[in-house]
């Protein structure tokens, strides 16, 4: 199993910043994709940012310029860094994860985990 553990979401005005930390730990062999997510009332979940094991970075066209992702890979963390804050912004963020783990028997197994969420919100 690999769990994610979700830090740094709060409450904050628009123009702020927030930066969240997402810690993976577990039965990691290799983390390939990690990645954060975010969920508001009555939307669909939408990917944020992601980031591969190779150093590629991606954002949704409206964090660009605000938003970075970054990644410690010797602590199997990754960060969200968030500036300029909108009220758009608010929802729960979710840190997602993708890789190999040793699984039973001690075979790698693929896998995917999510954070429990993080709740982010932007006043005006």
């Known amino acids: 199993q690999v769990q994610l553990e979700e830090s740094g979401g709060g409450l904050v005005q628009a123009g702020g910043s927030l930066t969240l930390s997402c810690a993976a730990s577990?039965?990691?062999?290799?983390?390939?994709?990690m990645g954060w997510y975010r969920q508001a009332p009555g939307k669909q979940r939408e990917l944020v940012a992601s980031?591969?094991?190779?150093?590629?970075?991606n954002y949704i066209d409206s964090v660009k310029g605000r938003f970075t992702i970054s990644r410690d890979i010797a602590k199997n963390t990754v960060y969200l860094q968030m500036n300029n804050l909108k009220p758009e912004d608010t929802a729960v963020y979710y840190c997602?994860?993708?890789?190999?783990?040793?699984?039973?028997?001690?075979?790698?197994?693929?896998?995917?985990?999510w954070g429990q969420g993080t709740q982010v919100t932007v006043s005006s």
């Open positions: 980031s591969s094991s190779g150093g590629n970075t």
């Open positions: 577990g039965s990691i062999f290799r983390l390939k994709t």
């Open positions: 997602n994860a993708a890789g190999l783990m040793v699984g039973l028997e001690l075979k790698l197994e693929s896998f995917t985990s």
